[in-house]
């Protein structure tokens, strides 16, 4: 491909020469990628991380993600977040971090969406269940799921199974499966979308859980992190009070957290100046909040998940969704006739077992209750 102009678009910059000037040594570079599995010829105007997210926002997997929830179930109202909102504010503040260290954005953009595609309906109630299906052979694992979807459930080409991400975003979603620190590290984009995964979801199980009146803003301020929000937003704002002082909370515990991280990274990077995305790799850095965050963080994700996460109201509903998961599973093993013609012809290659938790991690929130009261309420699997 020409590094100055794209053949039959005279006068636009090709996507090496729009990177060479705007990333750093560091970043993944669109013309350094291994390529896809099945290769293809290359997008006249389009890199291939971007192909990448569009793919992921093409596909079925990830519309249905609009339908599962993240912590809060729909039966609590309209307001609390979705997987699908909880991805997008990831790749929200995954591209901020990741544009402020000049990495590559479209890389980290495709990394975000595609980040949480294999989680199965009611949030990580239901992975658990599913986990426990198949605790004898290997047990189920959102982040593997993913790959699989990318690699083997989607169809959407005449040409080739799967989406046919790059090597890339494949690798990157592997990395996910096992976060134990061996080998070299992720790709720095890679890193930054996990960051910003938990970045995410302290702030916004925070503002959900406060707009669903499962605490108040008075016992989160119990914890030093928010205490000390609360405390930069009066300061910011004078005394605000209701709906407008817990948004300004959330808007500030985002800020301070990427400042934060923005801060930590920007140092060390600076002072290695790592000459490629490899270099990186293989020097085991891993990008973190500093150790006085990290520590206030912790301490507000045990609160969460006392107070929050162990909720009675929250109990419940895992516990429904649960049981219903392992009913649905029994049941499907047991009448293999009750599933779509494609997972039919997938359980004689992979088995019942396993091809009833990929049909039912596929399913939203709504599909599944609707699937459960069609087949299984009253029998003997329920």
Sequence with gaps: MDVTNIAGFPGLQTIAAREAVLLAPCAMRSI????????????????????????VVHSSAYRRLSGKMQVFTGDMGDYHRTRMTHTHEVASIARTIGRALRLNEDLIEALALFHDIGHPPFGHAGESALNECLADCGGFSHNRYALTIAEELE??????????????????QASRIDK???????LLEAQVVDVADNVTYDAHDTDDSVKLE???LDELAEI??????IGRVHQRFGVLRGELLRK????????????????TAGRVLAQRRFESAEEARNSGYRIAASAKLAEQ???LERFLYQRVYRHPRLVEVRRRAQQRLQAMFQGYCRRPALLPPEYRNRAEMIGIRRTAVE???????????????????GTDDA
């Design 180 to 186: 134990r620190p061996t080998g070299p590290a992720p």
């Design 155 to 172: 169809v959407r080409y005449q040409s080739f199974p799967g989406l046919n991400l790059t090597h890339e975003a494949l690798e990157s």
């Design 359 to 377: 049909y039912l991690a596929g399913m939203t929130d709504r599909y599944c209750v609707q699937q459960f009261e069609l087949h299984f309420a």
């Design 297 to 299: 963080k912790a301490e």
């Design 248 to 263: 300004a909370v959330v808007h500030e515990l985002i800020d301070c957290q990427v400042t934060d991280l923005l801060q």
């Design 214 to 216: 499962l605490v108040t």
């Design 32 to 55: 350094d990628s291994r390529g896809r599995k099945y290769p293809e010829s290359e997008h006249p105007y389009r890199g291939p991380f971007q192909r990448d997210r569009d793919r």
């Design 224 to 229: 030093p992190l928010i205490r000390e929000v």
